[in-house]
């Protein structure tokens, strides 16, 4: 079946401008997560979606941060004011439930100039 | 909080041969699940293999192997009859009551002829 897919594949913004990150996991699968892969901090948990109860945001890194799952399914990531420090690779991941394995997408590779 | 360490950045192995990558992890929980995931340069996360804590026989998928050693808590990987393939970063992972992953800093692995 369909994998995790993350859209787009890459972007580059401005400073300052807002982007939005798409991810769309594997039908059926309740938990969604956010990782930021970045040279200097490695990989970091971002958020966690699980079914309809509230998100675990504790690895937001600002609020300039922000995420929505809609409808238990798709999921969007928001940087707002992109900063040349949220150069990264932003990977999302979903798994059937807690403790299960989770299965990554692609990736979105994320350029602040 | 947990931590996952890695003590070896880079790793060679011939082609056939067999190679082991260290893993340790600090946890005061007692239900938690760990993992190995394989990242190519397509930078694609990709699950290698997955342990229970509460199971005591180690877990293996073909050609891939983990010592796990509970006490010690360390959670190395075996890789038998290296192939070109398997020349990526790994990265060994745990979860537990939290449902993110942690994150080790990786272990890039090459595979020569």
């Known amino acids: 079946g369909a994998g995790v897919s993350q859209s787009p594949s890459n972007k580059v913004t401005e400073k300052g401008k807002d982007v939005e990150l798409r991810c769309d996991p594997i039908s059926g699968h309740t938990a969604l997560y956010w990782y930021r892969q970045s040279l200097g901090q490695g990989l970091e948990f971002l958020i966690y979606?699980?079914?309809?109860?509230?998100?675990?945001k504790s690895g937001l890194p600002s609020d300039r941060f922000s995420a929505e799952r809609t409808g238990g399914s798709v999921s969007t990531l928001t940087i707002q004011r992109t900063q040349q420090e949220d150069s990264a690779v932003y990977l999302c991941?979903?798994?059937?439930?807690?403790?299960?394995?989770?299965?990554f997408g692609p990736g979105t590779r994320l350029t602040v100039t | 909080a947990q931590t996952v360490t890695q003590s070896q950045p880079e790793m060679s192995v011939q082609e056939a041969e067999t190679v082991t990558l260290s893993c340790t992890y600090d946890?005061?929980?007692?239900?938690?699940?760990l993992f190995w995931y394989k990242q190519p340069p397509s930078r694609q996360m990709i699950l290698v293999i997955r342990?229970?804590?509460?199971?005591?026989q180690n877990a293996t998928e073909n050609r891939f192997s983990v010592n796990f050693q509970k006490a010690a808590k360390s959670f190395s990987l075996k890789i038998s009859d290296s192939q070109l393939g398997d020349a990526a970063m790994y990265f060994c992972a745990y979860t537990g009551t939290a449902s993110k992953l942690t994150f080790g800093t990786g272990t890039r692995l090459q595979v020569t002829l």
């Open positions: 991941a979903s798994s059937v439930h807690r403790g299960s394995e989770q299965y």
């Open positions: 946890t005061s929980e007692s239900d938690y699940y």
């Open positions: 979606f699980q079914g309809n109860s509230a998100p675990d």
């Open positions: 342990q229970e804590a509460y199971k005591q």
